[in-house]
């Protein structure tokens, strides 16, 4: 009866549009106070979670990812993709996954990612003749790449909340990002071969791919130098995202010469903005966690799950419908704040690594940023190709199943995201 009457609170608060940050704070602090806990547990419960070393990384690789998206970094890329794959079937929808990938690798953001190839990818897809819809979901659910493929920000918060290792996250996700981006690549050639509405290209010259390919290698250096510093030991994630950020200043203000002063102060105050809001629904998150387990509201859910959910396929499917469900009211970092804490020790207990399971939860929350209404990459594509929210709802609808089939796939065989971090 408790856990009902704290769900219907939680989605009372939010369905009258109250933050997700005060949601989860308040109900946190009024479980504290009507349990006869001290309220004080509230402020000490913010104060352990935000000193911790690693949430530094959040800020340092959102001013990377905004300073490249000022940069113009997003059509460099693009532009060196195409060249290579714009003759393909589907060529132009072909380039712009892989230069979602390409991006998400430097980033670590699918709001940053979206926005930046969305700019670019969006007027020429559809100049050159793609369905509109089509467009928008396929960059929509590109955009999700971001938190799958490292660096993820995701990964960062779910590492520090259970205290796995980030890098072991961080090389789990290589493997499920590949698939989604085989996945995205395979269909969107299909959809172009049989469904048409585009416009065949002719391949690019070798030296339009060479010039084209010297002007963005920095930015792809960037991603390799980032990822080979985590992989190595040679940084922390914190710390590599410090080094990311000062070499993107370096690239988009002395190499590209494309980072103008408003550009950079823009960059600095949309960092800011995410990052205080990331920051008060990790405190808020923080506070009704340290409240249900007081009430041990996640034991007894994992006693639940075990007297009546006996096999870890049966699990998996319920907790997926659950997380669709809670996808549709919650964005995707207060899912993993608020899941991961209930969630985890009933799927260690049915056998799951807890790498294994944060990977899937990661990809539970991709669903969630392409489902109406609160998908957040649905509102960054609305507002990049100015349309309506109902053609880019409709459009990321096969991508969503796409994404939901990885997640079956990734059940079935889960050594392709534990095979890298046990291994190497």
């Given at each position: 009866m408790t856990t009902l009457l704290i769900l219907v609170a939680l989605f009372a608060l939010l369905l009258i549009r109250v933050p997700v940050a005060f949601t989860l704070g308040g109900i946190g602090l009024a479980m504290l106070i009507f349990g006869g806990f001290s309220p004080l547990m509230a402020p000490q419960a913010i104060l352990s979670?935000?000193?911790?070393?690693?949430?530094?990384?959040?800020?340092?690789f959102l001013l990377m990812s905004n300073i490249l998206l000022k940069g113009g970094v997003g059509k460099d890329l693009f532009a060196a993709v195409h060249a290579w794959v714009g003759h393909w079937p589907g060529g132009l929808?072909?380039?712009t996954i892989l230069s979602c990938a390409i991006f998400a690798a430097i980033s670590g953001s699918s709001v940053a990612t979206?926005?930046?190839?969305?700019?670019?990818?969006?007027?020429?897809?559809?100049?050159?003749?793609?369905?509109?819809?089509?467009?928008?979901?396929?960059?929509a659910a590109g955009g999700t790449l971001g938190i799958l493929?490292?660096?993820?920000?995701?990964m960062i918060v779910y590492g520090f909340v259970t205290e796995q290792s980030v890098i072991a996250l961080f090389l789990a996700g290589i493997g499920p990002g590949i698939l989604l981006v085989v996945l995205f690549i395979a269909f969107a050639m299909i959809h172009a071969r049989w469904f048409g509405g585009y416009r065949s290209e002719p391949a690019a010259s070798v030296d339009e791919r060479l010039r084209s390919s010297l002007r963005a290698l920095p930015s792809v250096v960037l991603a390799v130098f980032v990822i080979g510093v985590i992989y190595s030991g040679i940084a922390t994630p914190t710390e590599a995202a410090a080094i990311g950020f000062a070499v993107a200043l370096v690239i988009t203000g002395v190499v590209l010469r494309s980072l103008s002063w408003q550009g950079l102060k823009e960059a600095a105050y949309d960092s800011m903005v995410t990052t205080v809001a990331i920051l008060l629904i990790v405190a808020g998150a923080k506070v009704f966690g340290k409240a249900i387990t007081l009430y041990r509201l996640p034991q007894e859910i994992s006693m639940f799950i075990g007297q009546n959910i006996d096999t870890p396929l049966a699990f998996i499917l319920v907790v997926s419908v659950v997380l669709l469900i809670m996808g549709l009211v919650f964005e995707?970092?207060?899912?993993?704040?608020?899941?991961?804490?209930?969630l985890l020790p009933a799927a260690m207990a049915l056998g799951f690594d807890p790498i294994w399971f944060g990977v899937y939860m990661?990809?539970?929350?991709?669903?969630a940023l392409i489902t109406p209404p609160v998908g957040l990459n649905l509102y960054?594509?609305?507002?990049?190709?100015?349309?309506?929210?109902?053609?880019?709802s409709r459009g990321v609808l096969?991508?969503?199943?796409?994404?939901?089939?990885?997640?079956?796939?990734?059940?079935?065989?889960t050594d392709l995201a534990l095979y890298i971090p046990f291994k190497f």
């Open positions: 979670t935000l000193d911790g070393f690693i949430l530094l990384a959040v800020p340092l929808a072909v380039a979206a926005a930046t190839i969305g700019t670019v990818a969006i007027p020429e897809m559809i100049s050159r003749g793609y369905e509109r819809r089509f467009v928008y979901g396929l960059l493929i490292p660096p993820s920000i995701p995707a970092l207060s899912m993993v704040l608020i899941m991961t804490p209930v990661v990809v539970m929350v991709e669903c960054v594509i609305q507002s990049v190709a100015k349309s309506s929210l109902s053609d880019v096969p991508f969503l199943a796409l994404m939901l089939l990885s997640v079956a796939i990734l059940y079935i065989w």
